[in-house]
């Protein structure tokens, strides 16, 4: 069990915390996500909310200035019933500067221009170009009064009257610089360039699929009304940004745990440690004191071979010490036998010990008789 914590203790408490982590990331990528979409639903509605109150403050203006150009187009009309010499492209270009308007055309029944401030333009058929068709409503109606917006420059009015002369009809044309002024303030851009949408990026864009997607690292919210396309964007750093936080506060809390753990069982194994080592000590202390005796017994076998040497030797106890040396030798033959071979072996060899040791003693008293007969 030691060696699996020793071994397995780091890893399992680092994939406890790469489990927690991953656990936590998914609910807290969802909430973050649904709260940044929420924040930039409630931002494209504040937008398109102002935009639309800043429409409703131009309407004003831009009906002012069509009843306005439309006044100038009945009078106009009656100018040239009593004065056809008003037809003359110079006269239309020099009524044209006393009205402060851009230009005068007059057509026929069919819609084609017979005069026009602008000499170049005179044949022209405008009533078959579809810019142009709602004005043949006039043509042969000489009380209809029509004005009209261009659809692709709203600041440029159309107001269109028939002529009760002949038929036909005068249409004039003006760029308003007022009505300029009044789109300009509710355009989408001067709506949002001061407009508190904190971190978030809005800006007007081109038309497309409606709803949430990322790009560029972005979560972004396309939404179109009328003729306006907005895009809100919130960088995904942003987004995600309490889900970081929180991550890394689990990370670093589980890492905390990690490491007291580590610690923990690090403490737990001092003891261990310490009683292992005394286990060790201790044998080694036993095998010490086994060892002593045995070299207290050579030390001391040594000291009487040196005093043997040191005393004057007679021929008998050299003699002794060769028999005593003989046996010796033979006794550790004996007992390394003994150790090496089979029992019965081992036997044979202890009855031959036997043998040669009583020999070895009888030799050792007929020497001792001879020494007495001597």
Same mark, same amino acid.
């Given at each position: 069990m030691?060696?699996?914590l020793?071994?397995?203790?780091v #890893? ?17 990528? %969802? ?11 409630? =931002? ?18 831009i ?8 006044? !100038? ?7 040239? +019933?009593?004065d056809?010499? =008003?037809?003359? &492209? ?5 009524l044209c ?13 069919? /819609? ?11 044949g ?16 042969d109606? #000489?009380?209809?009064?029509?004005? *009209? ?12 009257? @028939?002529? &009760?002369?002949?038929?036909g009809?005068?249409?004039? +044309? ?9 789109? $300009?303030?509710? @355009?989408?851009e001067?709506?949002?360039s001061?407009?508190?949408? /904190? @971190? ?7 038309? /497309? ?6 790009? &560029? ?6 939404? +179109? *009304? ?8 919130? #960088? ?14 689990? /990370?670093?809390?589980? $890492?905390?745990?990690?490491?007291? @753990? ?8 001092? #003891? ?32 009487? !071979? ?40 081992? %036997? ?27």
């Open positions: 030691v060696r699996f020793r071994s397995w203790l #890893p399992i408490l680092a994939g406890l915390l790469l489990i927690g982590i991953a656990l936590a990331f998914i609910p807290f990528s %969802r909430q973050m996500e649904t709260r940044a979409k929420t924040e930039l639903t409630l =931002l494209m509605d504040r937008a398109f909310a102002r935009i639309d109150a800043e429409d409703r403050l131009a309407e004003p203006m009906a002012a200035e069509e009843e306005n150009l439309l006044s !100038k187009a009945v009078a106009v009309s009656r100018f040239l +019933t009593h056809d010499t =008003l037809l003359a &492209s110079d006269a239309l270009t020099a500067q006393q009205l402060s308007i851009d230009r005068i055309d007059v057509a026929n029944l069919e /819609g084609t221009l017979i005069a026009s401030s602008d000499a170049a333009s005179i022209t058929a405008i009533g078959t170009q579809e810019a142009f068709l709602w004005t043949m409503a006039a043509a109606d #000489p009380t209809a009064t029509l004005t *009209q917006q261009d659809k692709t420059d709203l600041n440029v009015l159309y107001a269109c009257v @028939g002529r &009760s002369d002949i038929e009809f005068v249409l004039l +044309t003006r760029s308003d610089a007022h009505v300029k002024s009044a789109l $300009a303030l509710a @355009g989408a001067s709506v949002t001061d407009m508190p949408y /904190g @971190g978030d990026v809005l800006f007007p864009a081109e038309a /497309g699929a409606d709803g949430f997607f990322y790009e &560029s690292g972005n979560l972004c919210l396309r939404r +179109t *009304q009328g003729d306006v396309t907005l895009i809100a964007a919130r #960088p995904t750093t942003e987004v995600f940004a309490v889900r970081t936080a929180a991550i890394l506060a689990f /990370g670093a809390a589980l $890492a905390c745990i990690m490491i007291c @753990g580590v610690a923990a069982y690090l403490l737990r194994l001092e #003891p261990v440690a310490a009683t292992e080592e005394d286990e060790t000590l201790s044998l080694d202390e036993a095998v010490l004191q086994h060892e002593e005796p045995l070299e207290a017994q050579e030390q001391q076998e040594q000291e009487q !071979k040196r005093r043997r040497r040191k005393l004057p030797r007679t021929r008998e106890q050299d003699e002794e010490e060769v028999l005593a040396e003989a046996v010796a030798e033979v006794e550790r033959e004996h007992e390394q036998a003994l150790e090496h071979a089979p029992r019965q072996i081992s %036997r044979g060899k202890k009855r031959a010990h036997e043998t040669a040791a009583d020999e070895g003693a009888q030799g050792h008293d007929e020497d001792g008789f001879e020494k007495i007969v001597e």
